[in-house]
């Protein structure tokens, strides 16, 4: 019984502690509540405080900005105000002093008007006065002349006809004699230009001279080797010469062989043949052509790469292959010992100096330059001169008629009609007539001066006929009793003339006709 009440009063005060804890933590609540609606209101009216300064801040700012933007303002709109007043005040004296110079002007012109109109004036009359002094004259004219027909009986017509007659003789005289003072002015003015040019060309020019004049004879390092290459009865020099298409002469006495043939291809061919033959200890027929044909591919491919080369050098594209292999095939080529593919290349440089001093088209003069020769290859085998040969090869391959035309009017095989055709004339003689480009023999040299005597002999009243420099001058020495200046002077020309058609040489030839007058007295 005890313990039920035990536990009835502990339930109770158990009850009573829960009871009182809420009441408790309900008053705390309230308690805690109010603190923090104060400390709201507290930090809203910080915050309320805090911005109202900061406006008061703003506000001061502002209004200080607005005084310091209004007083900028102000000067500006002064400096504006300023600067405009000065600009009206300079209008206005500008307006004032074109308004000035405005009435001088017209006053100028009124000037100006008033004596234009008194000039006319003055002009009206003189122009009245010159009609009739006109008329006047017209009809003393025809007085006169009716007077003068009178007395000497012929007619006004007749007159005129012999004035005019007159007048065209006169002027005909005249204008032959300016005409000669003009073609020698002329000539004079040509020959110092041509000679500048040509002067401006060789300074400018700068490709290196070759020497190289061929190898004519192939030396035998003993009798055996001699022996050993040339077989038993010559049996191998036979198989050579069939082979290679040449002739080869053989000197015992001086141990040496010389390729002899019209194709120059096939000389280079026999030479690099029998050099071959020379080396190789044991030959036999079969030996000799495997030989052969390997001279044969090592020639050909220099030849290709010759003819690359020189059109490489020249700067000259679009050649078809066809006339590169030509090109290269010169290298074999010899001209009174000159070797024509280095003489083809110098020509091409010498046409382009030239061409690029006349304003003629460098790339055409090069080219034509280059290829003027180029039918020495070829004229070993076909008929006709090289200048034609070589014009209807390039034709035949794609080059233009300009081109083709330079080429076959470079030897006057077809009349020169273009600036390029004389250009390739002229570097060709320079190419060819230079010191030391060409050689000639004995026989060669002794019968050029033959016929140039013969030649100069051969006119009437000439007393003797001298060579000099090497047949480069000529003098011819004539009869002062029996010719005058004026038929030395036709001698000359016909001389020169003769040379040219009978006579083949390179460069130039000066003629000289030398009429001497002595007057002799003694003195006693």
């Not at 002009?123 to 009739?132: A, C, F, G």
């Not at 002094?133 to 003068?148: A, F, G, I, T, W």
């Not at 292999?325 to 290298?331: F, K, P, S, V, W």
Request: hydrophobic letters at 35%; a negative charge; one cysteine or more.
């Amino acid at each position: 019984m005890l313990e039920e009440w035990w536990i009835y009063y502990l339930l109770a005060g158990v009850v009573q502690g829960v009871v009182g804890a809420f009441a408790l933590n309900r008053l705390l609540f309230r308690h805690w509540k109010t603190q923090a609606e104060l400390q709201a209101q507290e930090l809203i009216q910080n915050a309320k405080d805090q911005a109202e300064s900061q406006y008061l801040e703003i506000k001061a700012n502002y209004e200080e900005w607005a005084q310091e933007a209004q007083k900028n303002f102000e000067i500006e709109h002064r400096k504006i105000v300023e600067r405009n007043q000065r600009m009206d005040e300079k209008n206005s004296e500008r307006e004032v002093t074109l308004q000035e110079q405005m009435v001088g002007k017209e006053e100028a012109f009124a000037k100006q008007e008033q004596i234009y109109r008194s000039r006319q004036g003055r002009y009206l009359s003189q122009e009245k006065s010159i009609k009739t002094q006109v008329e006047n004259y017209k009809n003393y004219l025809v007085n006169v002349q009716n007077k003068l027909s009178e007395r000497a009986q012929v007619s006004v017509d007749q007159v005129k006809e012999e004035m005019i007659l007159q007048l065209e003789n006169e002027t005909r005289h005249s204008a032959m004699k300016m005409a000669a003072q003009f073609e020698e002015e002329a000539q004079v003015n040509l020959e110092r230009d041509a000679k500048r040019m040509v002067r401006v060309a060789l300074n400018r020019f700068a490709r290196p001279y070759c020497s190289e004049r061929g190898i004519g004879n192939i030396q035998f390092p003993s009798h055996e080797i001699q022996a050993r290459t040339l077989g038993e009865n010559r049996r191998f020099l036979k198989i050579l010469e069939k082979t290679c298409g040449v002739d080869v002469s053989i000197n015992d006495e001086y141990q040496s062989a010389s390729v002899l043939g019209y194709d120059p291809v096939r000389r280079e061919l026999g030479r690099l043949t029998l050099e071959k033959m020379i080396l190789e200890k044991n030959l036999s027929e079969t030996k000799i052509e495997e030989l052969m044909q390997v001279a044969k591919k090592e020639l050909f491919k220099k030849i290709i790469l010759d003819g690359n080369r020189i059109a490489k050098e020249l700067k000259i594209e679009g050649l078809s292959e066809e006339i590169r292999h030509m090109m290269g095939a010169l290298r074999y080529r010899y001209s009174f010992a000159q070797n024509q593919h280095f003489h083809c290349a110098e020509v091409g440089f010498l046409c382009g100096l030239l061409a690029s001093e006349m304003g003629v088209d460098l790339k055409s003069a090069r080219r034509s330059g280059m290829l003027h020769d180029i039918g020495k290859a070829m004229d070993h085998s076909k008929e006709g001169g090289h200048a034609v040969i070589g014009a209807e090869f390039i034709e035949q391959h794609g080059e233009a008629p300009h081109i083709v035309h330079a080429v076959r009017a470079h030897h006057y095989d077809e009349t020169p009609s273009t600036d390029l055709a004389y250009l390739v004339i002229a570097a060709d003689a320079i190419s060819g007539s230079r010191p030391g480009a060409r050689r000639s023999t004995v026989d060669s040299y002794t019968q050029k001066i033959a016929d140039l005597e013969k030649i100069g002999n051969s006119f009437p009243h000439v007393m003797a006929t001298y060579i000099l420099s090497a047949g480069r001058e000529v003098r011819v020495l004539v009869d002062s009793d029996k010719m005058d200046d004026l038929q030395a002077l036709d001698l000359s020309k016909k001389i020169a003339q003769k040379i040219e058609e009978e006579c083949s040489y390179p460069g130039l030839i000066k003629l000289t006709v030398v009429r001497e007058t002595q007057a002799v007295e003694m003195a006693r």
